[in-house]
């Protein structure tokens, strides 16, 4: 059974998004990203480690929205779906009563349809309007019986809803509804993955404070200072939105925790129960930031009231929940998402296409670094797709997904858990070829997953973009014992692609064996081969292999390559880096090492791979063949990694065994430049 999250994509709905998957529970989300951005669902899945379905529908699309009814067997929506700008929602009134109330309307159609009758919907402290209306204080801390009054239409959309929530209750007593009425939520996930991310100028205090100290505004204007409070600023409840979501999960359980047929309409107010003036929280996240921020005391801002702290006790009493975490804690939290993301999920330079019209999950994310240099990785193997430098493609690559699932040439993936051969590998009960070896991996390889991802960030000072992709491999994969987590981090900078690999062994297993690598094919030729490239290498030291089985024989041997002129035999050797050791499960405390220079007389550009590996597999593709694509030397490939079979040869072995605890990681990097 899954729970429905309306808005899962937006700040509240992504983390607790987070939170019901740490809970143990499965998530759908519907979201038509007005005012989020699929990034977000792409970090939830990075922080959960899964797959999260997600639908990009409207909830006023009845149609749609039956879709996911129909798909997955819903127990419960957690309905955040909503239009939120208070000032926003004077100005377009008939917008917001159509997206919230109309849209809650739909979807509780669509619920009855499907005899789905839990609901927990947010609401907002909004609807009790300004408590020193009764000006003895008697409503202040707010309890939930308190009248409500709401001022503006965003206000009037939530009371509006919570009516005909009720009004539903009213006349079929199956339903179990949760009203839970949020004071004012801040913070961001530790992780500093995600986070709210406002469109356009910020209307909330504490995310145009973190603008101001990111340098994207100049100072924060104080609306007042001439309140009845300690400093004179008004007084809110502040709440961290981790603690918000975890809120969720105590109404959901109180909810499912009722009989079969007992049903419920009831509000809880989630707040902390402690009031903090607006200069209460300006303190503590300058202290976060450790400078005074500029700011400006100026007049109140119309609507704005002096106090609006919960009484949380049915909360805390009832949903056996409470906040844990502070407004010092929730300033962190935040400063760390701003400083991740200055832009929040937007990235310049970044866009991404989606490459099926149903599934956001696997995409194309091109980085346009400058006009020379433009980078598109798919989630699909964490494959890089294409490479274009001063306007020529350097590597290949196909267009759409089917392509890629069609061809068995590795065509620009990750390869794992095994890259290049293994003996043997039925001894070590992995899935095997016709020769009784592994190659690349087996069947299915990384080549063929859906990695998850990617976190897109980008560091201005460096001018470089990075994409980070995840992948759980299951225990067992291909008879790979353990569960392999594997993160792929792509940092693109103006014409450079570096890869760095780092896996973790998660469980089932004390140890396992894997060896990476990328599998390009560039071509920096001006033609469809690569023919006249000349190398440069920085070995001739070689793995000799047998030439029937293409195993290792244990020795080294001289190998002198200089290019590959027309008609000279192709070559497919492990070339090694003897001062590299061969002991190290993780290299990248190595030096990155120029390995090879390949350059074009004719395109005049030069591709340099470096690398912290002890060798490279160089492989002139002499049986590559894609009918009316790409034919034989149509690239070559330069696959760093560890020896051949080092899991079969006592003295390199180490390095591709990886115990529980450690971590196995290494860098390569590939860069253009004209010559
Ligand atoms: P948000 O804008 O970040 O998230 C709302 C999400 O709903 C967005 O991702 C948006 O794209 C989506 N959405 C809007 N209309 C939709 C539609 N018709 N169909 C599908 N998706 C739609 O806002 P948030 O701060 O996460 O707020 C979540 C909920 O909590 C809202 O209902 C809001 O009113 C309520 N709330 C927020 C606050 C606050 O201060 N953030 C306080 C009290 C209550
Ligand atoms: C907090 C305090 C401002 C900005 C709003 C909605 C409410 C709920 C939560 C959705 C106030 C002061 C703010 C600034 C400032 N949302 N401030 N300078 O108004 O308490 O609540 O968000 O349901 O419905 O009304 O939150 O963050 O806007 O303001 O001095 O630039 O910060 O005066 O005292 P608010 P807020």
Redesign the pocket.
Known sequence: MYILV????????SHTVVELINHGYKVVI???????SFDAVARIEFIVKQHVPFFN????DKEQLSKIFETYEISSVI??????AVGESTKIPLKYYD??VN?TIKLLEVMDQYNVKNIVF?????VYGDVTRFGDNSMIPIPEHCPNDPTNP?GKT?YVIENILHDVYNSDNKWKTAILR????IGAHPSGLIG?DPLGIPQ?LLPYLAQVAIGRRDKLSIFGNDYNSHDGTPIRDYIHVIDLAKGHIAALEYLHNLQNDQGLFREWNLGSGKGSTVFDVYHAFCKVVGRELPHEVVGRRDGDVLDLTANPKRANEELKWKTHLTIDDACKDLWKWTVDNPSGYNIDNYSWKALSANDLSNRSHTIKVDDTFKVSIMNLGATIQNVTYKDAPVALGFVTEQEYKNQSFYIGATVGRYANRISEAEKLKLSVNENGNTLHGGKFGFDKKDFLGPVVKRNKKENSTTLEFYLLDPHLENGFPGDLGTLVKYTIASGSIEIEYESELLGKADETFLNLTNHSYWNISTGSSIDGTKIKMATNKALEVDSKSLLPTGKIVDREVTGFAKGSAGIDTCFVLEQQSVQSVDTRSNELQTVLEATHPDSKVKLVVQTTEPSFQLYTADHLDVPGKFGPRGGFCVESGRYIDAINQESWKKSVILPKGETYGSKTKYAFESV
């Open positions: 309306t808005g899962g994509a937006g700040y509240i709905g519907a979201d038509n990203l007005y005012n989020s529908v409207d909830i006023r309905h955040f779906a909503a239009l939120k997206n919230n849209g947010s609401s907002s402290a909004t965003y939530k949020y004071f004012n939520p709210e909330n």
